[in-house]
């Protein structure tokens, strides 16, 4: 038998959990947003988050990249242990994982330089590098998973008969997969784009990994604190 003080440890680490991954989406972007303002060369509207990672500063970003990925996996685990609160699937802690993974591997595998960044570089490379190939494989499971992964619930969503949460998954796949296909123009050096490809990438980035925040806030208001056994006498 599962004694109290027990059930109030396994509470405790489940929302120590649930609250990493809760924090990495706002830290990561955090952290981006700092880095590329205070780099002279770097235009956050131009460039992509992943240029942070070239360069004498790129520590920074794959330290980023492989913080925000390991928060992303505690919180996957946190969402493995807490029955879910909104939808009550195994999708949950999938994808929160996954984006986990993808962030780690993109730590290790950096990209190559793109748009003029770092500075003296072309603006296209002639050819990919591995490490680059590695590099997108890497976000397959952020940029294509989670708009996949919010159309699902979306779906699901709408059969239980919740209209708002459905509609905001539907709109998070499709703001990601549209905000993506522009910034992915541009940084193919599309005449119209090329200069906002990094905004358009942002977007995508801070509208989906602002869902999972969402996702993961919404798991942790549906448990509540560990009790104190302590009483008085």
């Not at 235009?43 to 992943?50: D, G, L």
């Not at 996702?215 to 509540?224: K, Q, Y």
């Amino acid at each position: 038998m599962t004694t109290p003080i027990a059930r109030d440890r396994r509470e405790s680490l489940t929302r120590g959990l649930l609250w990493c991954g809760a924090a990495a989406g706002p830290a990561f972007v955090s952290v981006f947003l700092l880095e590329g303002a205070r780099r002279p060369d770097y235009q956050p509207r131009r460039h992509p988050v992943s240029s942070l990672s070239l360069g004498p500063r790129g520590w920074v970003q794959r330290a980023n990249f492989g913080l925000s990925g390991l928060l992303y996996v505690a919180g996957a685990a946190g969402l493995s242990r807490a029955a879910d609160p909104i939808a009550g699937t195994w999708l949950d802690p999938v994808i929160v994982g996954a984006a986990g993974l993808g962030l780690l591997g993109s730590a290790v595998f950096s990209t190559d330089p793109v748009s003029g960044y770092p500075p003296g570089t072309p603006d296209v490379g002639v050819q990919n590098s591995a490490s680059m190939r590695m590099h997108g494989i890497a976000a397959v499971p952020i940029f294509l998973g989670l708009p996949c992964a919010a159309f699902a619930y979306a779906c699901r969503f709408r059969r239980r008969g919740r209209p708002a949460w459905a509609l905001y998954c539907a709109g998070t796949g499709a703001s990601m997969l549209a905000n993506m296909g522009l910034a992915g123009a541009g940084f193919n050096q599309s005449p119209g784009l090329v200069n906002t490809a990094g905004l358009f990438q942002r977007a995508a980035i801070v509208s989906g990994f602002g869902w999972l925040t969402t996702l993961t806030a919404h798991a942790l208001r549906g448990r509540t604190p560990p009790r104190d056994n302590r009483s008085a006498t």
